[in-house]
């Protein structure tokens, strides 16, 4: 993170309004899988803000578009995953969408506009988050073009940001 950044904590109502709107972007029920009593410290970088919950870097935010970061383990364990071949690896974290040749499998089920990580087949690791374009049955019986629009990468911006904000200072 290259120059200053601002960094504070949302207090218990924004905190609330922040997870009930990421409840509904993700599908999932945040309060619930969070349990316990939840700290939320915003850091705004340049162009991201990025959501730290108890601590961890989980949640991202550019203009009004929220999604979860690839670090975000409870997200991860729950969403639905599509695993592409090796050789669509190097072009996604780059950022290219993910095309329906490379799709190797599907798990989980999804709706068109729903959030999908990205794995790879040969070692199983998320390497993108992205917006389904198509239902799980549509993507599976599609046999060209985009599938998946990538939104969040290992080696973007946010990515970035979180190896900085991890690396101590």
Known sequence: MSGKHRRYFLKAR??????????????????????????????????????????????????????????????????????????????????ANVMAPGIRQFSGEFQKGDLVLITDEKHGKTIALGEALYDTEQAKNTKQGIIIKNTHYVGDKTWNQLKQLATPT
């Open 14 to 95: 924004e905190s609330k309004e922040l997870l009930d709107k990421a409840s509904k972007r993700l599908r999932i029920d945040l309060e619930q899988i969070l349990k316990d009593r939840v700290n939320v410290e915003v850091v705004y970088t340049e162009s991201i803000e990025i959501f730290l919950i108890n601590g961890k870097p989980a949640l991202a935010k550019t203009g009004e578009n929220i999604y979860p970061t690839l670090t975000f383990k409870e997200f991860l364990d729950q969403a639905p995953k599509v695993t592409v071949d090796m050789g669509a690896v190097p072009y996604i974290c780059k950022g």
